[in-house]
């Protein structure tokens, strides 16, 4: 697997979920990566957090201590609004709820980390979780 390095990475809601609820998508959080989501997926990440609640079996007050305690940066439009034509363009048709993250990656020229197919094949890199981590355990056995 080859990898160009990179030093942020923008986070789809599915893996913010994810590791609120203390999945292996925690990890990444707590790696060197600065990671980065929209407010728009914040918002998505908050309207489906009862139902990841429910179905994890986890204290409500535990996982939202966890989001909470995430490293997570929130961008608003200002931050992604260069990027939102070509995103539309790109996959607005596909998956409207997916443009903002698009257009941050793209104004920021930075991968995805999510684990939503939609962003296949697509001009920028997206990476799922498990593929993620093993770049990030690849960097840091080259560093020791």
Do not use: C
């Not at 990890?27 to 179905?55: G, K, M, W």
């Not at 995103?87 to 409207?96: N, S, V, Y």
């Amino acid at each position: 697997m080859t990898s160009k390095s990179f030093a942020s990475v923008a986070a789809d809601s599915n893996v913010v979920l994810s590791a609120a609820i203390g999945r292996a998508a925690v990890r990444v959080f707590h790696s060197a990566l600065h990671v980065v989501t929209t407010d728009l997926n914040l918002a998505e990440v908050y309207e489906y957090l009862p139902l990841f609640i429910e179905t994890s079996g986890l204290p409500a007050e535990e996982v939202a201590q966890n989001l909470e305690n995430l490293p997570l940066t929130v961008l608003g439009l200002k931050d992604y609004e260069p990027g939102l034509e070509e995103a539309r363009r790109l996959i607005g048709g596909r998956d409207p709820d997916d443009v903002a993250l698009l257009a941050l990656a793209l104004t920021r020229e930075i991968p995805i980390w999510s684990n939503d197919r939609d962003f296949e094949a697509l001009t920028v890199t997206a990476y799922p979780t498990a593929v993620l981590l093993k770049i990030l355990e690849s960097q840091e056995s080259r560093r020791d």
